[in-house]
């Protein structure tokens, strides 16, 4: 049993390096790239400052997760204070990737059952608080579409610099363009050679209907032939 639990730890140790190479490796290629991705999500917007961004896909499997994950901790890096919201509601993930519990979380804030302020999660990167999805509700798109949702954000920008939210994918259910028309800006993630591109014009057709502010794609798992690491891109 004890060996059991102990491949369960490593494994958790090795999928969080894996997700957050911003804070493993702050000098590898990706990581710099990740912070191209937050210095373009700053010029993107002079008028106006960013607060709350929404980082979607189009479908399952496109590092939409990763991508939201990484760019709240170079946010984080860079002196503001962030909290990264799991607000995938069916198939969350920010429990396992900053290893917390997930016993309460955002729904149990937006059905009032805990106060934002006591289910937040402090992580060992300076700056970055966690607010994990807590336990899956049947009523996700309800829940994100309620009032509190709306409280929830007034209250975290009270708090915070920048809130991050990390949302299902687009074309599998309604919840992204639910928060994206809540949110000052939106992220679309897609995969290199895996994302079909009548999906990815349907997801961004979708995101423009539900009134969300695009602020860029992120073509994700795009090998350079000269280097053994994966680059991540992010324009309009």
Known sequence: MALKKNKLKNKAKATTSRHLISDKLPKSPISEQYRTIRTNIQFSSVDKQLRSIMVTSSGPSEGKSTTASNLAVVNAQQGKKVLFVDAD???????????????????????????????????????LDILTSGPIPPNPAELLSSKMMEELLVSAYHEYDVVIFDTPPVL?????????????????????????????????????????????????????????????????
Do not use: W
Not at 195 to 219: F, P, W
């Open 89 to 127: 509601l069916r198939k969350p993930t920010a429990h396992y990737t900053f290893q917390q519990d997930n016993f309460k979380g955002l729904t149990t804030v937006l059905t009032r059952q805990s106060t934002l302020l006591e289910t937040i999660f402090p992580t060992r990167i300076p700056n």
């Open 172 to 236: 599998a259910v309604t919840d992204a363009q639910i928060l994206a028309n809540q949110c000052d800006g939106t992220i679309l993630v897609i995969a290199s050679g895996t994302t079909d591109k009548d999906s990815a014009i349907k997801a961004k057709e979708l995101l423009n209907s539900a009134k969300a502010k695009l602020l860029g794609v992120v073509l994700n798992m795009k090998k350079q032939n000269d280097s053994s690491y994966y680059y991540y891109y992010g324009g309009k």
